[in-house]
């Protein structure tokens, strides 16, 4: 705007006043054009000298037009960029420039900014080469190491263990048997087990028989269930008595409780080969139906040869198998340590670990942060956990500390990778900066085998710092999605970069830049795919189920930070418009009607009611100018009913607090509040501290509502909870510091007498 006065600008544009930086731009570029020949056919690039002085804005460049090239200077202020920095942008300015000498009628976006030494960095070097593709199979692995170890366990579960001997004898017996319903190599088979040891076997027995196992979840609405068979159409579902009412008509059945023979130890003829389908992982679809994954052997397997490099066989002694089969990091819980010697230590849930105290065998966990932070809240890992993997969500640094804090816990890792790329693409361990403050985890770097490319919306690639879209490939790349070629040609793009024949990137949606020091760092997402306490969800998917209701005329999904609830813990949000005359559209009507369709995951956490949805200019739902849900909300159809007791009123005031809303009633259900089970472990260790008094998360499971778990502490056996004391606040954190140093005291006591014990 040269042609209006800096005066008149302040006057009408009343920018924000701050001494920290200049109220209209941050970056400054001049250009001074003395008068220049008209012949300038020599005119070339020459090279710029960065100059470092005083800073009058963030970042400045100064060139001038001489007869013989372009002189200039590069400002900058140190509070924000480095030398390093600045001379890179410098030179990307060079390189530029450079372009638009070589091809002046090309636009400004189709010229490199990268120099060659530059680009060979961003694409060779911060790139592992990939050797040859695996050769063996998922099961193949394992048979090897029942040959080897057939004595040792397994399996272990809350019943007993099983040894790799037993195992192979009942995967072989079944295998058999599913070779002669029609499953081999490319039949999809499906698993509709809970978690016991039949599901390990189920799993390892389809890939033996040579075909591709289908998980699916007892937990599941009965209509997620039937488009996934209808999707992957599996012929066979192995399946238990006590399970297989909740599936619907279609392919026949297996049930594994049962006898089905046990085979001799020798196992079927391999039928599958390293190119075959393993499995399909299902995951949320824009549209409103779940896609398949479809894995190979190869890329499961090339995920298990880095693992089996990186984490020791002590670290596989007791591997927690607590993730749904049907995401893609159970398939490092179950098959590493199958394919390394080691124990999977069945679990429904990684907070199961708080009722198996030190005595449990488990060494090693894979969970997300958010159940992490509740696994370390007050209270220290079991003893023999060596190695925490988390994945699914950033790392706040509070819980970094509190890990670094942890004296028995060996490494902590940060692992990062979507489904189509085969569970695990880049990893970090995390750590504390030398002066002992906790570092914000990076994604990390690829794991062997894989390479990762930031590009930007030319598909080109990106300087380091600068955000792009994340590309993955290599050997853990997915087939692409079944049945869906479009879907697949858009996910998965030929490889520029690589130059070898046929070699295709992923497309992952994922946003980063890559740190000076080639580690990548997550920045979001570029479109509405979002992930929740580790759940990857497509919000579009939610939308189109709630869009079906008769009573809804508009809705758009967004997700909020969860208040009360962990950092960085976030939560769904539905915004419906009702329909007119639709009357009173209910929190618990609207809630039952998406769990008819979605997982219990997928199901948002707060409904609020607008008259209109906010849009943008160009139409579309303006997401940045929803509400937050406040008194907005719609609340639950129960009638409210006042806590009165000190012993219901306390626990009111703690679901209140942990749920971040404004009152409990006695008969609101915990869960249609939006609770889900980390909050629930929250809600138990705040009881604990407030009564005085053991509270199991178990009651809380089964008496969701203040009046049913009150009700069930007053008839059980434990005794009675004390009156709330009449004391000040000053008192009652005292008494709570108290308790706290008793624990830390009582910790401290286990330590000694258990290194009295160490050889």
């Given at each position: ?18 001494l ?35 800073a ?36 990307q ?23 060659e ?5 961003v694409l ?15 099961h ?25 001997g ?13 070779r ?10 499906a ?14 027995a ?27 159409q ?6 238990r ?14 049930l ?35 896609k ?8 499961a397997?090339?995920l ?41 230590v ?32 007050g ?10 993997n ?16 942890e ?49 930007d919306r ?5 300087p ?14 997915a ?90 813990e ?15 559209l209910g ?26 949805l ?40 703690v ?95 286990r330590?000694d ?7």
């Open positions: 705007h040269q042609d209006v006065p800096f005066e008149k600008l302040v006057e009408d544009l009343e920018p924000e006043r701050s920290t930086f200049t109220p209209f731009f941050q970056v400054l570029f001049t250009l001074d054009r003395p008068p220049l020949p008209a012949d300038l056919s020599d005119l070339a690039p020459a090279t710029m000298t960065p100059q470092i002085g005083s009058k804005f963030d970042l400045t460049f100064t060139l001038m037009e001489l007869p013989d090239g372009l002189v200039g200077s590069v400002e900058h202020t140190t509070d924000l960029f480095d030398t390093t920095t600045a001379l890179r942008l410098a030179g300015l060079e390189t530029l420039l450079a372009g638009f000498v070589a091809h002046p009628g090309r636009a400004a976006g189709e010229l490199p900014l990268l120099a030494a530059e680009r060979h960095q060779i070097e911060a790139n592992e080469v990939a050797g040859s593709p695996p050769a063996s199979t998922l193949g692995l394992f048979f090897r190491q029942a040959e080897r170890t057939p004595d040792r366990p397994a399996l272990h579960w809350q019943e007993g263990t099983l040894t790799y037993e195992l192979r004898r009942r995967v072989d017996g079944l295998a058999i048997h599913l002669r319903l029609g499953v081999g190599p490319e039949v999809p088979a698993v509709f087990l809970d978690r016991r040891p039949e599901l390990v076997a189920g799993l390892l389809i890939l033996a028989a040579g075909g591709a196992y289908v998980p699916l979840d007892p937990v599941y609405p009965r209509e997620r269930l039937s488009l996934t068979l209808e999707d992957c599996a012929p066979v579902v192995l399946t008595s006590g399970l297989v009412d909740r599936l619907p008509p279609g392919p026949e059945t297996v594994l409780d049962v006898p089905q023979g046990v085979g001799d130890g020798t196992g079927p003829r391999e039928a599958a080969t390293a190119g075959n389908l393993a499995y399909l992982i299902y995951t949320s679809g824009s549209t409103g139906r779940p398949g994954v479809a894995i190979e052997h190869r890329s397997v090339a298990l040869d880095w693992a089996g490099e990186l984490f020791p066989d002590a670290d596989l002694a007791g591997v927690l198998a607590s993730t749904s089969i049907c995401f893609d990091l159970s398939v490092f819980e179950i098959f590493l340590p199958l394919a390394r010697g080691g124990t999977i069945l679990a429904d849930s990684a907070l199961d670990l708080l009722a198996m105290g030190d005595e449990t065998p488990v060494t090693l966990i894979n969970t997300v942060p958010s159940a992490a932070a509740e696994l370390t809240r209270r220290s890992l079991p003893a023999g956990v060596r190695t925490l988390m994945a699914g969500e950033p790392i706040p640094p509070a819980l970094v500390a509190r890990l670094a804090a004296p028995r816990l060996g490494r902590v890792f940060n692992l990062y990778g979507p489904s189509e790329a085969t569970t695990y693409s880049t990893w970090e361990r995390v750590a504390v900066e030398s002066d002992g403050t906790p570092r914000s985890p990076a994604i990390g770097r690829p794991i062997a085998g894989t390479s990762a490319y930031v590009v030319g598909q080109r690639p990106v380091s710092g600068v955000p792009g879209e994340l590309w993955l490939g290599g050997a853990g790349l087939r692409g999605y079944l049945g869906r070629p479009e879907l697949t040609a858009a996910g998965f793009v030929p490889d520029p970069f690589g130059g070898e024949p046929g070699a295709r990137l992923y497309r992952t949606g994922d946003l980063v830049r890559r740190l000076p020091d080639g580690r990548l760092d997550f920045l979001g997402r570029i479109d509405h795919q979002v992930k929740v306490r580790g759940f990857r969800i497509e919000l579009g998917e939610i939308e189109t189920v709630l869009a079906r209701h008769p009573q809804v005329a508009g809705v758009t999904v967004a997700v909020r930070e969860a208040k009360g609830g962990a950092p960085g976030r939560r769904l949000v539905a915004y419906v418009v009702p329909r007119d005359g639709a009357g009173d929190i618990q009507e609207l809630r039952g009607f998406v769990r008819q369709a979605l997982p219990e995951f997928m199901v948002p956490s707060d409904f609020v009611a607008l008259r209109t906010p849009l943008t200019p160009s139409g579309k739902v303006d997401r940045k100018a929803l509400p937050e849900p406040g008194a907005l909300r719609l609340g639950p159809e129960t009638v409210y009913a006042e806590p009165k007791s000190a012993l219901e009123q306390t626990v009111a005031t679901l209140r607090e942990v749920l971040g809303i404004e009152r409990v009633g006695l008969n609101d259900n915990f869960f249609d509040l939006g609770g889900h089970s980390l909050r629930l472990v929250r809600v138990a260790a705040v009881l604990e501290e407030r009564l005085g008094r053991p509270v199991q998360v178990l009651d809380l499971f089964r008496s969701p509502t203040v009046a049913l778990l009150c009700a069930a502490w007053a008839t059980s056996e434990a005794p009675a909870a004390p009156p709330v004391p009449e004391a000040s606040a000053e008192e009652l954190e005292q008494r709570a510091d108290d308790r706290r140093q008793g624990r830390a005291r009582r910790r401290e006591l330590l007498r258990a290194s009295q014990d160490l050889p």
